[in-house]
């Protein structure tokens, strides 16, 4: 299965808010509630930072937050900090026992 | 904490074999389902193989169905990967992941071990 679609970037100023997009089909982000994204800073392990769409694991900042509206998920970092600069990944469940990520979208904060 | 220590990375030849494994601690591994997710160099995360908890549910990726086989051994806190059939394209960063309670997200990674084939 391909890459599901994300901007390849994104900027903030720190302060500011950024959305970034993860656009799937009725087979894996339409249809289902394990949409999750990662955190990577370069050379390391990804973290996660949110799952089942809209929540956030024990110690993850409330700067961020996901949702999802029919095919597309979303993922926004309010009050923008210098560390948030990193690549951001999206992944769902499909609807045929397998798993899909998001191409990635790298986030440069000015 | 929770720590998942991948090794048996390195280089092989194209058409050749290789077998991962990740060592996990500081949670109940034999009721945690696992994954093995890659990240070829300046790429993004492709999602590899998955494990139910007692092994009994195995799901492969198109790109290496029926070339790698994922297990698991529980008296040792163990996941594997087993690779065979290596192609240029199996290249990458290989880590393992465990399951988030089963809502089938990646929950913990390991740091991750390389895999490079090369002639």
């Known amino acids: 299965q391909s890459a599901l679609p994300q901007p390849a970037s994104v900027s903030g100023s720190p302060g500011q808010s950024i959305t970034i997009s993860c656009t799937g089909t009725?087979?894996?982000?339409?249809?289902?509630?394990?949409v999750s994204w990662y955190q990577q800073h370069p050379g390391k392990a990804p973290k996660v930072i949110i799952y089942?769409?809209?929540k956030r694991p024990s110690g993850v900042s409330n700067r961020f937050s996901g949702s999802k509206s029919g095919n597309t998920a979303s993922l926004t970092i309010s009050g923008l900090q210098a560390d948030d600069e990193a690549d951001y990944y999206c992944?769902?469940?499909?609807?045929?026992?397998?798993?899909?990520f998001g191409g990635g979208t790298k986030l440069t904060v000015l | 904490q929770v720590q998942l220590v991948e090794s048996g990375g390195g280089v092989v030849q194209p058409g050749g074999s290789l077998r991962l494994s990740c060592a996990a601690s500081?949670?109940?591994?034999?009721?945690?389902?696992m994954y093995w997710v890659r990240q070829a160099p300046g790429k993004g995360l492709e999602w590899v193989a998955f494990i139910k908890y007692d092994g009994s549910s195995r799901y492969y990726a198109d790109s290496v169905k029926g070339r790698f086989t994922i297990s698991r051994d529980n008296s040792k806190n163990t996941l594997y990967l087993q690779m065979n059939s290596l192609r240029g394209e199996d290249t990458a960063v290989y880590h393992c992941?465990?399951?988030?309670?089963?809502?089938?997200?990646?929950?913990?990674w390991g740091r991750g071990t390389l895999v490079t084939v090369s002639s």
């Open positions: 992944s769902s469940y499909t609807d045929s026992d397998s798993w899909v």
């Open positions: 500081e949670f109940t591994f034999n009721s945690t389902a």
């Open positions: 089942d769409v809209n």
């Open positions: 009725r087979s894996d982000v339409g249809s289902s509630n394990s």
């Open positions: 992941a465990k399951d988030g309670w089963g809502s089938w997200y990646f929950d913990v």
